[in-house]
């Protein structure tokens, strides 16, 4: 890669700085860095990211210079996203007096180098994890900030560029269109013929049903939001057929809006259609309207519409998922997270949310990926990359194991789920669609996450004094290749009626 940047060496001016947040030291040159005056073009910025990534199988913005972070900050809109606090500083739930002495100290800097009073920076801040959001325009802000002790990382969460010249939407994504439905995809139960999913009975869920229903487990969903059109989904039919006792609760943290300061809040209806299939997949009613049945049709749903598609791109979506992980973590009754959706690579303030919801004892599980028109040959994408989530993606239903057409696999896998026909690739679970009386096809590691978050609910449901390790090592112990670990499907496909039994 050409030569961004000469740096001008003052051999006067050697001096000892201390570099480590870990209490290590060394020495380091004290070098004066000449930058140019224009940012590099978007184009060139995404050439460096894609041909890191194809390298390494990762981007990670710490890693990057101060130009082209600079670069990417003024393709944005200016926004830089900061994670302030000493190391391990993810999130704070009691604002103590170092923890906002070291916010106000980065804030500072910021003040400082951009030359503007306090009142007129714009600014936003997140409640619980260790975030602010300013805007930047002086390339010696971010030079100054990443010299800072409190500084954990520097990301120009603005910055949507990469991968737009191409439609941005996966095979699992927004829909609203109803489908038709191939008989042989579905068999029927009381209530008058509900329908359950092929797909169940590969993992044994109905035969789990005379044993668990998922009542009294609460389940988030983060995703696109429930659909206002879809009753069996709303609280006037989430209580029908069967179902029973149960509630169904819809919120929304996804701010639409062309400007990252906004606090423009979009409202907790679908207008993707991803979020009401997942919904569908893991908690539809078991039903006397002949539709799709849920796999913990018993089971309590939180809906967040948290983003505008199943791409995290987009700033307005990282905040509303990180603010949707900051809410239920903080419900004692949600025990499972699950989240159909990600990026390709690691996104710091969903990186701290995260953490924090898994301070709070939650399970969380995140879809593996299902290929965009520009994801595809990426691996496991994030956040199901992190350790913290549970890593799910889908296979076909052939003799072998092999990944679904469209889905990611790899070492990063814990799961996988049967949800497509071998050499049939429109073989897919069918779920309620985005209006009453349609269903439709879904599919991707998207429906296999949903359907893996629905058979964790039925093994707590069971078990409900269980701790999340416990709920965890049961879906382990019922799994193909357990005690063993495949390279590339984790455990394999989970047997629903051993987890619960």
Same mark, same amino acid.
């Given at each position: 890669?050409?030569? /961004? ?18 209490? =290590? ?84 800097? @910021? ?14 801040? !997140? ?16 030079? &100054? ?20 010249? &191409?439609? =941005? ?19 029927? %139960? ?30 988030? /969903? ?51 259609? !991803? ?27 939180? &809906?967040?519409? =948290? ?84 890593? @799910?993606?889908? %296979? ?50 998207? %429906? ?7 058979? &964790? =609910? ?44």
């Amino acid at each position: 890669m050409r030569r /961004l940047y000469v740096k001008v060496i003052l051999l006067l001016a050697i001096t000892v700085v201390s570099c480590s947040k870990e209490d =290590a030291t060394f020495q380091e040159e004290d070098i004066q860095q000449v930058f140019p005056e224009n940012p590099l073009t978007i184009e060139e910025i995404n050439a460096t990211i894609n041909a890191t990534i194809t390298n390494t199988g990762d981007f990670d913005w710490n890693a990057a210079d101060t130009h082209f972070l600079w670069s990417a900050v003024k393709h944005g809109q200016n926004l830089l996203t900061i994670g302030y606090g000493s190391e391990g500083e993810y999130f704070s739930e009691i604002r103590t007096r170092d923890i906002e002495n070291k916010k106000e100290a980065v804030l500072n800097i @910021v003040l400082e180098q951009e030359g503007v009073a306090k009142e007129d920076l714009k600014l936003v801040e !997140h409640e619980i994890i260790n975030v602010v959001d300013v805007y930047v325009d002086n390339i010696n802000t971010i030079i &100054a900030l990443k010299k800072s002790p409190y500084v954990r990382y520097l990301e120009p969460n603005g910055y949507n560029q990469f991968g737009m010249s &191409a439609t =941005a939407r996966s095979s699992s994504g927004c829909s609203k269109n109803g489908e038709s439905i191939n008989t042989s995809h579905y068999t029927t %139960v009381s209530p008058n013929n509900a329908q359950v999913s092929w797909h169940f009975s590969e993992h044994n869920i109905p035969q789990a049903w005379n044993l668990s229903t998922g009542s009294g487990v609460t389940i988030g /969903l983060i995703d696109t939001g429930v659909s206002q059109s879809q009753s069996l989904l709303n609280s006037s039919g989430f209580n029908d057929g069967v179902s029973n006792g149960r509630f169904v609760q819809k919120y929304g943290t996804f701010i639409d809006s062309a400007w990252w300061w906004s606090s423009n809040y979009d409202g907790p209806h679908d207008k993707c259609g !991803h979020g009401t299939a997942m919904a569908s997949t893991m908690a539809a009613p078991r039903n006397d309207n002949g539709m799709p049945v849920g796999v913990a049709y018993n089971s309590n749903l939180v &809906a967040y519409r =948290a983003t505008e598609d199943v791409l995290l791109n987009d700033y307005h979506e990282r905040k509303g998922v990180s603010a949707a992980l900051t809410q239920l973590g903080n419900r004692s009754d949600v025990k499972i997270i699950s989240m159909s959706i990600g990026y390709v690579w690691s996104i710091g303030n969903i990186k701290d949310a995260v953490k924090y919801a898994y301070s709070k004892g939650k399970l969380i599980f995140a879809a593996g990926g299902t290929s965009t028109s520009f994801t595809n040959g990426f691996g496991v994408i994030f956040p199901a990359t992190m350790s913290e989530t549970v890593a @799910v993606t889908g %296979v076909d239903d052939g003799s072998n194991y092999e990944r679904c057409d469209t889905c990611h696999s790899g070492s990063k896998i814990d799961f996988t789920i049967i949800m497509e026909g071998d050499n049939n690739t429109s073989k897919a679970p069918p779920v309620l669609g985005f209006y009453n009386g349609e269903r439709r096809y879904t599919g991707g590691s998207s %429906v296999a996450t949903a359907t893996t978050a629905g058979i &964790a =609910a039925l093994v707590w449901s069971r078990y409900p004094n269980w701790s999340r390790t416990q709920v965890l090592n049961r879906l382990k112990t019922s799994s193909d290749f357990y005690p063993n670990k495949n390279g590339s499907f984790g455990y394999g496909n989970i047997d629903a009626l051993q987890a619960v039994q």
